[in-house]
């Protein structure tokens, strides 16, 4: 069931808006209105999504390479393993082989009386992808620390149960290429978190879909 499904799902770290999530009497739309970094940062809103207690809603955020591409192009930090946070000298560009994501399961606290929910989905690459990217590094004893992409392709999904009140399934979808601009230039490192930082990306919608399952 749902809620298990919800259970089951461990909350990661991309920020953006979506907007627009109706009633299970009303099909769903779901926009992305701003994406940011520290990996990738997601704020959802949603409108008329009812009662989430009743009925629960999970959230996903998906990078992905652009179309026609195998990676995604980005950029990662690099540091000391141990107890000791040094940064490598530089950032560097780096390849992402695959998609990562994050599923987010609406919390009541998030939701209005009229049902407009608002609450962050933060995407980020899994610690195998991460590891994937020491070769980056300058040096051969130091870890990628965090990874940016500076153009991928985002997906932003509502899933939840169906108009039959018995399936569980991605209900609206909507799909977008964003990209940093000089992305080399713009990305900065925060020592405090050990994160790149920079401007919200310039995404542009591909695709929507809205069913009921």
């Given at each position: 069931m749902l809620r298990k499904f919800l259970a089951a799902i461990?909350?990661?770290?991309?920020t953006m808006t979506i907007i627009g999530l109706s009633?299970?009497?009303?099909?769903?739309?779901?926009?992305?209105?701003?994406?940011?970094?520290?990996?990738?940062?997601?704020?959802?809103v949603a409108t008329g999504a009812g009662n989430v207690t009743k009925d629960?809603?999970?959230?996903?955020?998906?990078?992905?390479?652009?179309?026609?591409?195998?990676?995604?192009?980005?950029?990662v930090v690099c540091g000391n393993p141990g107890k000791k946070t040094n940064t490598s000298p530089g950032i560097q560009l780096a390849e992402l082989t695959g998609s990562f994501s994050e599923f987010d399961p609406v919390s009541p606290k998030s939701c209005d009386k009229n049902g407009k929910c608002t609450q962050e989905v933060v995407a980020e690459p899994n610690g195998d992808q991460l590891t994937?990217?020491?070769?980056?590094?300058?040096?051969?004893?130091?870890?990628?620390?965090?990874?940016?992409?500076?153009?991928?392709?985002?997906?932003?999904?509502?899933?939840g149960l169906c108009s039959d009140k018995i399936t569980e399934g991605v209900r609206a979808q909507a799909t977008y290429s964003c990209v940093i601009p000089n992305c080399e230039a713009v990305l900065t490192y925060d020592p405090a978190t050990q994160t790149?930082?920079?401007?919200?990306?310039?995404?542009?919608?591909?695709?929507?879909?809205?069913?009921?399952c």
């Open positions: 461990s909350v990661m770290s991309f009633s299970h009497a009303l099909a769903l739309n779901i926009t992305l209105s701003k994406a940011s970094t520290n990996s990738v940062h997601c704020t959802v629960p809603l999970v959230f996903s955020c998906i990078v992905a390479p652009l179309e026609q591409s195998s990676s995604i192009t980005g950029l994937s990217l020491n070769a980056a590094c300058p040096n051969p004893n130091w870890v990628a620390k965090d990874f940016v992409p500076c153009a991928a392709t985002v997906t932003v999904q509502g899933i790149l930082v920079g401007p919200d990306y310039t995404c542009t919608k591909v695709s929507e879909s809205s069913q009921s």
